[in-house]
């Protein structure tokens, strides 16, 4: 069961007067294109506050739905390994849906699977994600909902956290430092390729420079990935640093978040759980196409290598092996962007 189709999306739009009773939403990985969504998630929440709406998802994204007060019910299945596991999966998945009696079925992933899953669910209406246009990804969603009946919802760039998970991640947070009052920024050097990092230098003189004009605590949040890293910046910037690297769930993790001031990061799921948010962020996307995944809302700003001959060029390795996308900003380029979206002297 490949993912990639090339069948035409498929539409079948909500056209009753009155709202829906039962609304599904599909988008199965990965973590940041599971956050991408909740803006618009959350405006058809506003729209429809009685409405039961729902969220299927892959497993190991299933903790980022489940934190919010947002979906009345969280489903979830494992990312099989092959066509025809896949395919059992799908069909089971979609045989449970069934019994649900969805009036609305909304397929923010359109693969196989997924459109698998909704013809055999059978709601009244449905709606399909373009996923390949040079559009960014919450745009597309946005679309995905207009076009099956919703026009005219606008991005709500905010969270309704549950509130046990905001407990636990101030909770986390305090024992490990955190005086509950000062200033959080999280910094975060966690893009999964060479052609995606701000040298950790640079970092550090960011850091520096802030603290020489307000004070702040910084804070690394992420992944045992980013473990090296991490330590590397815990050891320059000393006790006015706190690393939570690999100590957090993923709810907790974006419980944390919202305890932010500032979020400065590369591309990463971290980075959209921060302007999902509404917290004031800079994204560093290097290679990555910014067309499809840069911080959207007011209160982000962003840098990018789209203005290069070689610009969004999703390669792992630079072919000049110089990463020049990222090296060719400095920390003070990188605070004065910050300090657009979250003030300060």
Not at 164 to 189: F, M, Q, T, Y
Not at 302 to 309: A, K, R, T, Y
């Amino acid at each position: 069961m490949p993912r990639e189709i090339d069948e035409p999306r498929s539409f079948s739009p909500w056209t009753s007067k009155h709202a829906p009773g039962k609304i599904l939403i599909m988008r199965m990985q990965a973590v940041g294109d599971v956050v991408i969504t909740l803006p618009a998630c959350s405006a058809l929440r506003q729209r429809f506050p009685g409405s039961q709406i729902d969220f299927l998802t892959a497993d190991a994204c299933r903790e980022i739905p489940l934190a919010l007060r947002l979906f009345d019910h969280v489903y979830s299945m494992p990312r099989g390994n092959g066509r025809w596991t896949r395919a059992c999966r799908a069909l089971i998945q979609g045989a449970r849906l069934r019994g649900e009696h969805y009036d609305v079925i909304l397929d923010l992933q359109r693969h196989r699977a997924s459109r698998l899953i909704r013809r055999i669910a059978r709601p009244r209406a449905w709606g399909e994600f373009d996923r390949f246009s040079p559009k960014h990804a919450l745009d597309r969603v946005i679309d995905t909902f207009h076009r099956t009946g919703f026009a005219g919802l606008q991005p709500v760039y905010s969270l309704d956290i549950r509130e046990d998970v905001r407990a636990s991640s101030r909770r986390i947070l305090k024992e490990n430092g955190w005086d509950g009052k000062g200033r959080l920024v999280i910094l975060n050097p966690a893009g999964l390729w060479v052609t995606r990092n701000w040298p950790l230098p640079r970092w550090i003189e960011l850091a520096n420079l802030w603290r020489g004009t307000e004070a702040v605590v910084f804070l690394f949040l992420g992944t045992e990935r980013m473990t090296d890293k991490a330590r590397y910046l815990k050891e320059n910037l000393g006790r006015r640093a706190i690393d939570l690297n690999g100590k957090t769930t993923l709810a907790q993790a974006l419980g944390v978040v919202q305890c932010a001031s500032a979020v400065i990061s590369e591309d990463s799921g971290l980075l959209h759980m921060a302007w999902v948010s509404g917290i004031p962020t800079v994204g560093l996307l290097g290679s990555t196409r910014s067309d499809w995944s840069r911080p959207l809302g007011d209160r982000s700003r962003f840098v990018s290598s789209e203005d290069l001959p070689c610009g969004a060029c999703m390669e792992a390795a630079c072919r000049f092996g110089d990463v020049h996308c990222l090296t060719r900003y400095s920390a003070d380029s990188i605070l004065r962007l910050v300090r657009e979206v979250a003030g300060g002297s």
